[in-house]
Protein backbone atom coordinates (compact mmCIF):
# COMPACT_ATOMS: atom_id res chain seq x y z
CA UNK A 1 0.00 0.00 0.00
CA UNK A 2 0.91 3.44 -0.63
CA UNK A 3 2.48 5.79 1.78
CA UNK A 4 2.60 9.32 2.13
CA UNK A 5 6.60 10.41 2.33
CA UNK A 6 5.45 14.15 2.52
CA UNK A 7 2.71 16.77 2.43
CA UNK A 8 3.33 20.38 1.30
CA UNK A 9 0.68 23.18 1.37
CA UNK A 10 1.25 26.02 -0.72
CA UNK A 11 -1.66 28.97 -0.92
CA UNK A 12 -4.39 26.93 -2.91
CA UNK A 13 -2.31 24.41 -3.89
CA UNK A 14 -1.91 20.84 -1.67
CA UNK A 15 1.30 18.70 -2.74
CA UNK A 16 1.66 15.02 -1.42
CA UNK A 17 4.91 12.95 -2.11
CA UNK A 18 3.88 8.96 -2.42
CA UNK A 19 6.05 5.75 -1.71
CA UNK A 20 4.15 3.56 -3.51
CA UNK A 21 5.02 -0.36 -4.63
CA UNK A 22 5.53 -2.01 -7.89
CA UNK A 23 2.21 -2.58 -8.20
CA UNK A 24 0.70 0.23 -7.81
CA UNK A 25 3.03 2.10 -9.76
CA UNK A 26 1.77 -0.72 -12.60
CA UNK A 27 -1.95 0.07 -11.96
CA UNK A 28 -0.90 3.95 -12.62
CA UNK A 29 0.51 3.18 -15.90
CA UNK A 30 1.32 6.70 -17.63
CA UNK A 31 -1.43 8.05 -16.00
CA UNK A 32 -0.41 11.69 -14.35
CA UNK A 33 -3.66 13.26 -13.99
CA UNK A 34 -7.44 11.96 -12.78
CA UNK A 35 -6.07 9.94 -10.10
CA UNK A 36 -8.25 8.82 -6.82
CA UNK A 37 -6.28 8.88 -3.43
CA UNK A 38 -8.07 6.73 -0.79
CA UNK A 39 -7.43 5.40 2.08
CA UNK A 40 -8.32 1.58 2.78
CA UNK A 41 -8.74 1.23 6.60
CA UNK A 42 -11.58 -0.86 7.83
CA UNK A 43 -12.63 2.70 9.30
CA UNK A 44 -12.90 4.19 5.95
CA UNK A 45 -14.15 1.21 3.88
CA UNK A 46 -17.19 1.45 6.44
CA UNK A 47 -20.05 -0.10 4.24
CA UNK A 48 -20.27 -4.05 4.19
CA UNK A 49 -22.35 -5.14 1.45
CA UNK A 50 -23.85 -8.26 0.97
CA UNK A 51 -22.03 -10.19 -2.09
CA UNK A 52 -23.62 -13.20 -4.39
CA UNK A 53 -24.08 -14.77 -7.63
CA UNK A 54 -27.11 -13.84 -10.13
CA UNK A 55 -26.32 -16.57 -12.69
CA UNK A 56 -23.93 -15.42 -15.30
CA UNK A 57 -24.55 -12.13 -15.75
CA UNK A 58 -22.03 -9.17 -14.49
CA UNK A 59 -24.44 -7.45 -12.51
CA UNK A 60 -23.81 -5.06 -8.92
CA UNK A 61 -26.32 -5.24 -6.68
CA UNK A 62 -27.34 -1.50 -4.96
CA UNK A 63 -29.39 -1.09 -1.86
CA UNK A 64 -31.53 2.33 -1.73
CA UNK A 65 -30.31 3.78 1.11
CA UNK A 66 -27.13 4.12 -1.02
CA UNK A 67 -28.82 5.52 -4.15
CA UNK A 68 -30.91 8.14 -2.06
CA UNK A 69 -27.86 8.92 0.22
CA UNK A 70 -25.74 10.22 -2.90
CA UNK A 71 -29.02 11.53 -4.70
CA UNK A 72 -28.68 8.80 -8.09
CA UNK A 73 -32.05 8.39 -9.39
CA UNK A 74 -31.49 6.48 -12.02
CA UNK A 75 -28.99 4.29 -12.74
CA UNK A 76 -26.35 3.82 -15.83
CA UNK A 77 -26.94 0.87 -17.79
CA UNK A 78 -23.67 0.24 -18.31
CA UNK A 79 -21.07 1.30 -15.20
CA UNK A 80 -17.27 1.92 -15.71
CA UNK A 81 -15.44 -0.48 -13.39
CA UNK A 82 -12.40 -1.81 -12.45
CA UNK A 83 -10.92 -4.65 -10.20
CA UNK A 84 -7.32 -4.82 -8.98
CA UNK A 85 -5.49 -6.73 -6.89
CA UNK A 86 -2.76 -4.74 -4.68
CA UNK A 87 -0.71 -7.29 -2.64
CA UNK A 88 -2.92 -10.02 -1.42
CA UNK A 89 -6.11 -7.85 -1.56
CA UNK A 90 -8.54 -7.29 -3.85
CA UNK A 91 -10.38 -4.39 -4.73
CA UNK A 92 -13.64 -3.02 -6.93
CA UNK A 93 -14.18 0.45 -8.11
CA UNK A 94 -17.17 1.51 -9.23
CA UNK A 95 -18.13 4.99 -11.02
CA UNK A 96 -22.36 5.11 -10.43
CA UNK A 97 -22.48 8.48 -11.53
CA UNK A 98 -20.60 11.08 -13.95
CA UNK A 99 -20.49 14.66 -12.95
CA UNK A 100 -22.27 16.79 -15.42
CA UNK A 101 -20.67 20.13 -13.70
CA UNK A 102 -20.08 22.76 -16.38
CA UNK A 103 -21.63 20.90 -19.03
CA UNK A 104 -25.43 22.19 -20.23
CA UNK A 105 -27.78 19.99 -21.15
CA UNK A 106 -30.38 21.23 -23.68
CA UNK A 107 -33.95 19.43 -24.10
CA UNK A 108 -36.54 20.38 -26.14
CA UNK A 109 -40.37 21.40 -25.35
Same mark, same amino acid.
Given at each position: ?8 ? %?????? #???? #? ?6 ? &? ?6 ? &? &? &? ?13 ? %? ?17 EI ?5 ? #?PA %? ?25 EV
Amino acid at each position: MAEISSIDM %KKDDII #VNLK #VSEEEYRL &LGNNTSNL &L &L &LPTSSNFLDRPLTTG %KLGNSNRIMLPKKILEKFEIRELVKK #VPA %KTFHVGDEVFLFIKLKKSNLGIPVFKEV
